[in-house]
């Protein structure tokens, strides 16, 4: 579906209402009537001096573009901003047209998957070092609310040892303290790396913005079964179209969380359906059973403990800001594709989406490397760190060598094809005999070629360290770059002008992924 959404086409279209090639500014809607409060929560949000023209253009009606992403350890890993950039650069597009904008960077501080916020990864020359903030909290809590306590010190060194002292280091530093939320801490990391770009960090989960969007919140309540059955029947849209569900619809699943007043876990919210007792049904959120007035009475006097799911909280972040343009990854596009039903039915609207920019950055030494071995990324991600050292040590084999392995591979390639054809004419099964046979000698040959290979690269103990050093650069755990190093070891050689230079990337609208040779 991801493919298909930034290829622009048409099987999409009817899952998003747009093609990715479409015009995505156009007449704005009138401005809520929480926008003053809106505003004004992002100005107590971010302090700085430097911020201030963003917010005055917010408060003069400028549209806004906004991506997010869940508070993770030393700034989480290079795609994260990536999205910033994106952002910034479409906003800085419009902006150029005569039709300003701001980006807006959303924290997703109410998820409760610690797991995926508690490390970070750094290369450290041919191999990789994750740290681990291991402080595991009691119950499954938002992640932005919980305290950073003082091992994060001894992280904060070894982060310093892998990355050097740098501007990045020291934003590490101020922002992670003992004493300081996840939230607080990735918050002001990310305000630090895009203040030159004007970025506005936002944090929903205070009971004022839960306030603001409790419209979209009391739908969800309100029309919960309703939703349900527009969400199960996208599925089968969605699979019927030859695609699949982001996320599955339980039958008895619902579009909210609650926060438990006493653990301060954040529980999902099933429904249980309407029966002759309850006709208007009933809502579980663990052991604890509520009514619907139940919900709607919680909403009013404590809407910070109702949170959106992840089909949902698009809807509300719309609804606050009158987004004119999401940036999501590949997760959160295809996300899209499921609530552009609730969109339809709670908004009226659906707000159009773009892929982040996405790269690998190739370091000097790396790409000298690459020269010098006459490799392209496309191969590198084919290969596997040893079928790597492998390839390394085919290329680096004498001439000589190359010649009489090509040249017997040729011949008997030849001889052999004619050879079966002539078996086959005579008799079919005679054929296929000689069929097997052959595919053993080809097998044979191609061990020949191994075994020259091995031979070079036990010989050449550097090419089996070049391909290491190069796979864990390039192509890390056969992952993408992105989605497995940290973004401040970047941030810490590059320094903060590489967000400058990722906007700058971001800005040339192409969703193929890029290669920043540094």
């Keep these: 579906m991801y493919l298909d959404f930034c290829s622009g086409a048409a099987a999409v279209r009817p899952f998003y209402g747009r093609s990715f090639g479409d015009p995505w500014r156009g ?47 030393f700034g989480g890993p290079l795609f994260t901003p990536f999205k910033a950039a994106t952002a910034l650069a479409r906003a800085r597009q419009a902006a150029a047209a005569g039709d300003q904008h701001v980006a807006i960077f959303w924290l997703a501080t109410e998820d409760h998957d610690f797991a995926e916020v508690q490390s970070v990864t750094f290369p450290a020359r041919r191999e990789l070092r ?22 994060v010190s001894a992280l904060l060194d070894q982060a310093g040892e892998l990355i050097g002292y740098s501007g990045a280091l020291e934003a590490l530093n101020e922002a992670y303290r003992p004493g300081r939320t996840f939230a607080q801490a990735f918050a002001d990391f990310y305000r630090r790396v895009f203040a030159a770009q004007g970025l506005l960090v936002f944090d929903a989960a205070p009971r004022a913005v839960h306030a603001l969007g409790g419209p979209v919140l009391l739908a969800a309540i309100e029309s919960a079964d309703d939703l349900r059955a527009a969400l199960v029947e996208r599925g089968r849209q969605l699979l019927a179209g030859g695609y699949h569900e982001q996320v599955a619809v339980a039958p008895n699943s619902s579009l909210l969380f609650l926060i438990d007043e006493k653990t301060g876990a954040r529980v999902a919210l099933k ?27 919680i909403l009013a006097a404590q ?67 690459l020269r010098q071995h006459d490799l392209t990324l496309e191969r590198i991600i084919e290969e596997t760190p040893d079928s790597l ?23 008997l390639d030849t001889e052999l094809t004619d050879l079966v054809e002539w078996m086959r004419r005579i008799n079919p099964e005679l054929g296929r005999s000689g069929e097997t046979a052959a595919s053993k000698m080809r097998y044979q040959m191609n061990r020949l070629r191994r075994l020259a290979a091995n031979f070079i690269l036990q010989r ?11 796979a864990s650069a390039v192509f890390p755990e056969s992952n993408l770059q992105e989605r497995v190093h940290g973004a401040a070891w970047y941030l810490a050689r590059h320094g903060f002008d590489l967000a400058e230079e990722l906007v700058g990337n971001a800005g040339k609208n192409c969703p193929g992924h890029t290669a920043l040779w540094m």
């Design 27 to 73: 007449p704005r809607a009138t401005r809520p009537e929480h926008w003053p409060q809106l505003v004004s929560i992002l100005a107590e949000q971010n302090t700085d001096a430097a911020l201030r023209e963003k917010l005055d253009a917010l408060r003069a009606g400028a549209g806004t573009v906004l991506t997010g992403q869940q508070v993770s350890l």
């Design 460 to 470: 050449e103990e550097s090419l089996k360290r070049h391909a290491q050093a190069i």
């Design 389 to 411: 050292a492998q390839l390394l040590a085919a290329r680096a084999m004498p001439v000589e060598g190359k010649r009489k392995l090509a040249a017997a591979g040729s011949a």
């Design 303 to 369: 809407p910070e403990r109702i949170s959106p799911s992840a089909l949902l909280r698009p809807v509300f972040q719309d609804y606050l800001f009158g987004t004119s343009l999401t940036i999501g990854g590949p997760a959160e596009i295809a996300y899209f594709a499921q609530s552009a039903v609730l969109f339809g039915r709670i908004l009226g609207k659906m707000t159009p989406v773009h892929p982040r920019f996405t790269a690998t950055i190739v370091e000097p030494d790396i790409g000298e490397l």
């Design 130 to 151: 994750t740290l681990t903030y291991a402080s595991q909290p009691a119950a499954a809590v938002p992640v932005g609310g919980l305290v950073l306590d003082e091992s």
């Design 271 to 297: 429904r249980i359906a309407a029966s002759a007792a309850e006709p208007g049904g009933l809502w579980q959120a663990g052991r604890e059973k509520l009514s619907t007035a139940d919900l709607v009475g």
